[in-house]
């Protein structure tokens, strides 16, 4: 049964649907909400003995839950945003639980430039660095300027500059050498009052077309951002998801003219150290995937590479539909694909 502590916010052996964007039953064994860093101070004091029991859960929009997940959760919905002008810049820290869209929005909203390419990305302000958001060219490294966090095991509080986050693709110190070990309290992002638009990732420019130059502003990128995603990804309140499921896989120069001397049609963009990203969604659908259902677990119908829960598919369903996905590309191109998505409970990629 669960039971709701007034004083710490502490919610024992909850059921989690309601808590994971693929809206996924499962439980877990406590989950503590904190609104403030003394709160996380003074509760971690008294229970960081059990600090390897800990799992830190941000928005749930980048999570697959198995079954029961023998740990605690907690949470940092601290929230709050403040401005801080430099010249032409701005200095944006934003608690861990603020909404990423909301902040997107309130920031543009203020004239303030840089976020309108992460339009529409769910989840919260403290996960974003954990991942390095990114969308429509844009990633948050690019904006980012440090972040705060607890250690779980000690309670001390640090500040971590973006070169210590060590960022790359969908990827940051938090979910390599420190993963687990932090959560994250607040992220600082420099932002501008002066547009530097960030135009040229596919679909923008076609969707701006029919304005003109001095129609281009962050709030029209950041409309077009919200068309294009509206259209392609499924509203997780409508249909269980946690976005891309998959990374987009990497793979070296002579493996890409291989498979491009293969499939001619195989879209994939060079990376800056002379590899290839090829897109996941793109292989996925040319499997013959897109759309393809396991009872309640199914691959999106207009974005492959997002899994898609139709009512009542367990985290084993969802799990079971990926791995037989990412077998048919290896079978059909040769190419490893994995999860984007934290997997938690009783079974792992
Ligand atoms: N494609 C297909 N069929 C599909 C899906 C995609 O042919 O079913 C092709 C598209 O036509 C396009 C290419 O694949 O040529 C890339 O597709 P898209 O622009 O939709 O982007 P993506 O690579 O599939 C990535 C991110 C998204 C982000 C978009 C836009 C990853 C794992 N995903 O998707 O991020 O919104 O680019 O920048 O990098 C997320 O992380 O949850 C997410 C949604």
């Given at each position: 049964m669960a039971y709701l502590s007034k004083e710490l916010n502490l919610v024992q052996k909850t059921r989690l649907k309601k808590l994971n964007s693929f809206g996924i039953e499962a439980s877990c064994e406590q989950l503590v909400s904190f609104h403030s860093e003394a709160e996380i101070s003074s509760w971690l004091a008294l229970?960081?003995?059990?600090?390897?029991r800990f799992f830190v859960l941000g928005g749930g929009s980048n999570l697959l839950l198995i079954g029961h997940v023998p740990y605690i959760l907690l949470q940092a919905n601290i929230q709050g945003v403040e401005y801080q002008e430099q010249g032409d810049d701005v200095l944006v820290k934003a608690g861990a639980g603020v909404n990423w869209h909301q902040l997107v929005m309130q920031t543009l909203d203020k004239?303030?430039?840089?976020?309108e390419n992460l339009s529409?990305?769910?989840?919260n302000v403290g996960a974003a660095p954990i991942q390095n958001i990114g969308a429509y060219g844009v990633e948050l490294k690019d904006l980012f300027v440090e972040l705060e966090a607890i250690e779980l095991a000690t309670g001390d509080k640090l500040v971590f500059a973006h070169q210590e986050c060590d960022f790359a693709y969908r990827h940051s110190i938090f979910k390599g050498a420190?993963?687990?070990?932090y959560i994250i309290t607040s992220v600082s992002l420099k932002l501008s009052k002066i547009p530097k638009l960030?135009?040229?990732?596919?679909p923008i420019r076609n969707e701006l077309s029919h304005l003109s130059d001095s129609g281009i502003t962050p709030k029209a990128v950041s409309e077009a951002v919200i068309k294009i995603r509206s259209s392609k990804l499924p509203d997780p309140e409508e249909l269980g998801n946690a976005g891309s499921f998959f990374k987009n896989p990497i793979v070296s120069a002579s493996s890409y003219q291989q498979l491009k001397q293969q499939f001619p049609e195989l879209v994939a963009f060079e990376i800056a150290d002379g590899r290839y990203k090829l897109a996941a969604g793109w292989l996925i659908d040319q499997a013959g995937l897109?759309?393809?259902?396991?009872g309640d677990a199914g691959v999106h119908k207009k974005q492959a590479l997002v899994l898609v829960n139709y009512?009542?598919?367990s985290g084993k369903d969802i799990l079971s539909l990926a791995r037989f996905v990412a077998k048919t590309i290896d079978e059909k191109f040769g190419v490893t694909i994995e999860p984007e998505v934290w997997i938690l409970g009783e079974a792992s990629w």
């Open positions: 229970n960081n003995n059990q600090s390897e004239g303030y430039c840089g976020l529409l990305i769910p989840g420190l993963k687990g070990q960030k135009l040229d990732y596919g897109k759309g393809y259902r396991l009512g009542d598919a």
